[in-house]
């Protein structure tokens, strides 16, 4: 789509979401708020409108409103008028999850039931003088056609909103009557009592058809009006989530309230972000990054520099930014929070221009099978800088795996009879293909990694090794010193089958176990110091390779962190990269990096990501060397640090670019410009 013919919300944006709340509504001076959120970087505005309460008065019976709203101007108007005048945009944020109790005496099968016929209450314990709570069934009529769609019609047709979001539009589970008839009409079953027993898509289906009612009223009233709507990680159907709205969104939040041993995964927001990139012909997504560090700490902010190589990771990966805020910038007593956003939205403003447009660039995929071993691939590639995207196993078709060189299976892979000749026909036209675990009983699969059908799979082995075989072993590279390195977990024992198999490693069973491994040491000797059990073994089919781990490389990663481990997933990568990757660094433990291109110029961002999390300040990096292979026929005409702004020296020696980033504290996008 040309620039000039696009919509403002297809263009690069900037979003400041104050979250407010009822009892500061006094505070809110609407040109003085326009101009704050002007002032932090900002060119978007999410503000409340209806919902939970009402921001505006409201004409809709059961559409509760806000008893601290002035009675003598319309604030939902002014804050429009205000935003447009600095020429903000304004989307209306509405959550219809929830409704006050006066609804719920009212109308109480609108609500959401347990298998014993209990409603849903939140905050009953809440100190102070509220009124209960309760959540709405997203199959009953309050989040559908008696309060829902009469709000957003009433709202769209009064006032000037640019955009709409649904905060908080999922389904949670609810056993009332409309569910159990629903539930009956469509599987000829009977509700089962617990979550666990449900079909597979009855969630997404109930989110699908709320939102299709939604979606449609609001194509009704104004057919340019974009709507927002989340997407989750782990838990969403994506493809659902699109159909269904213009825009996506998703909420990496970094929740450090839940103790440091369970503090969110460093790459949380990067592959949140490339889960979103992935489907084609969309609007880049948006990541929401929360400043505080827990909703039960909302109201101070996450140290200042892991906030900032939070936030950075949202454009650094292809995202566009939105910060969520509690409350409007005269109420928010921590004021870091607000210097942080406006420092960071105008290192975004500066970007925005040559991101707008970029593709991301990649060699690698994983498929995302949104558990533990995806999650260990996705550590390991980023922290040896491997650039990758993600897929969803409906994204791997011919078509779309032909852009990558390099595919990776985490363990607990489905294969389907469509990913499986999707697969074999990708490694047959030259690809690399690098499988883990265990596999199912399929000839074809069988066959593509040169292995036999008698597959075993052993007891969860300690004290146990991985021992490299042969001469210049491509998976030892920058291992040469060692012959063994760590290994732990079950192995599928099996054997290479004809003559087209490589043995690259293989196990070296436990030698002790491990109540004794350390008593006495003079009993440590190896049993049995070499095995032919691989694990692992390269097969070659076609144009390309195959390479099959018989254990859970991905388990090792996220359990151990351990250097070797790192390397050894490197090595397994760049045996299919040929002549090696696309785009090098340094590699640096916390170094994230991602590369987009246009046809003009290639954009390389760097993250800093170095230290222990929470961090507690940036530790710098220094002497970042960037390797990158420059296309035949093009010439490089500068390159520059956008953030910056300043140049980098390189050289060009047989057709790649070499350059060095003397020192990086969070996020830099280094351009690299054609002539």
């Known amino acids: 789509m040309a620039l000039s013919k696009r919509l403002w919300w297809q263009k690069p ?75 903000i945009r304004f989307i209306a944020r509405f959550d219809f999850s929830k409704a006050a109790d006066t609804t719920f005496l009212q109308r109480p099968q609108w609500f959401v039931r347990d298998a014993e016929g209990e409603p849903h209450i939140l905050g009953a314990k809440r100190p102070g003088d509220w009124s209960l709570l309760m959540s709405t069934c997203i199959n009953g009529a309050y989040r559908n056609e008696a309060v829902a769609a009469p709000v957003l019609q009433e709202v769209i047709r009064r006032y000037d909103i640019d955009g709409i979001f649904f905060n908080a539009p999922g389904f949670v589970p609810c056993s009332c009557e409309g569910c159990r008839r629903k539930y009956k009409a469509v599987y000829g079953l009977e509700l089962p009592k617990e979550k666990a027993g449900y079909e597979p ?3 997404s289906r109930c989110m699908r058809d709320n939102m299709d009612l939604l979606y449609g009223l609001i194509k009704e009233e104004k057919p340019d009006m974009p709507m927002i709507l989340y997407y989750n990680l782990y838990r969403d159907n994506i493809f659902d989530r699109a159909e269904t709205t213009d825009m996506l969104c998703t909420e990496p939040q970094d929740i450090l309230s839940l103790g440091h041993h369970h503090i969110p995964e460093f790459w949380k927001p ?153 697969l074999c026909g990708f490694v047959r036209q030259g690809g690399h293909v690098v499988a883990e675990g265990s596999l199912p009983q399929r000839s074809e699969l069988l066959e593509l990694f040169a292995i036999s059908p008698e597959l075993y799979t052993s007891e969860p082995l300690v004290a146990s090794y991985l021992r490299f075989e042969g001469e210049a072993n491509p998976l030892q590279k920058g291992l040469e010193s060692t012959e063994l390195i760590a290994h732990r977990g079950r192995v599928v024992y099996c054997q290479p089958e004809g003559s087209g198999a490589e043995l690259l490693a293989t196990l070296v069973p436990p030698f002790s176990p491990l109540e004794s491994v350390g008593a006495p040491p003079e009993r440590a000797s190896l049993p049995v110091s070499r095995t032919d059990l691989p694990l692992a073994l390269l097969s070659r089919q076609g144009e390309g390779t195959a390479l099959y781990l018989p254990f859970s490389l991905s388990q090792l990663i996220n359990e151990f962190k351990l250097f070797e481990h790192y390397q050894l ?91 060095t980033v003397p020192r990086l504290e969070v996020w830099e996008c280094l351009l690299v410009e054609w002539e």
Not at 54 to 81: C, G, M, S
Not at 289 to 310: C, I, K, N, Q
Not at 596 to 611: E, Q, S, W
Request: negative net charge.
């Open 201 to 203: 898509d009855w969630a």
């Open 270 to 422: 990067a592959l949140s972000i490339k889960l979103g990139r992935s489907l084609p012909d969309r609007p880049v997504p948006f990541g929401i990054v929360h400043s505080s560090p827990g909703m039960d700490w909302r109201h101070t902010g996450l140290p200042p520099a892991e906030y900032r190589f939070w936030l950075s990771q949202i454009p650094a990966h292809g995202g566009s930014i939105w910060h969520s805020l509690t409350g409007v910038p005269d109420t928010i007593g921590d004021k870091r929070i607000l210097e942080i956003v406006g420092e960071f939205n105008q290192q975004v403003a500066k970007v925005d221009p040559y991101m707008d447009g970029a593709e991301p660039r990649s060699e690698v995929a994983l498929m995302w099978t949104a558990d533990a071993s995806s999650e260990g691939w996705a550590d390991g590639l980023i922290n040896k800088q491997l650039l990758f995207d993600v897929l969803l196993t409906e994204q791997a078709v011919p078509e779309r795996l032909a852009r990558y060189k390099v595919l990776i299976i985490p363990e607990g892979m489905k294969y389907t009879d469509e990913f499986t000749a999707s």
């Open 569 to 659: 997933l490197g090595n397994a990568i760049e045996l299919g990269l040929g002549v090696g990757p696309e785009l090098k660094v340094t590699n640096y433990q916390g170094l994230q990096v991602t590369q987009f291109a246009t046809d003009k110029h290639r954009l390389v961002h760097l993250v800093n990501g170095a230290g222990r999390r929470p961090l507690s300040r940036s530790l710098p990096l220094h002497q970042i060397e960037v390797e990158l292979r420059v296309p035949d026929n093009v010439k490089v005409k500068r390159v520059h640090q956008i953030i910056s702004d300043s140049p980098l020296e390189y050289q060009l020696k047989e057709g790649r670019l070499f350059l």
């Open 13 to 87: 944006l900037r979003v400041i979401q104050p979250n407010l709340q009822v009892r500061d509504t006094d505070r809110i001076d609407p040109e003085r708020l326009a101009q704050q959120i002007k002032d932090m970087g900002g060119n978007t505005m999410v503000f409340n409108v209806g919902g939970i309460y009402a921001w505006y008065p409201t004409e809709v019976p059961y559409h509760t409103v806000n008893e601290f709203l002035p009675k003598d101007f319309d604030l939902l108007q002014e804050v429009i008028r205000a935003c447009h005048q600095q020429d």
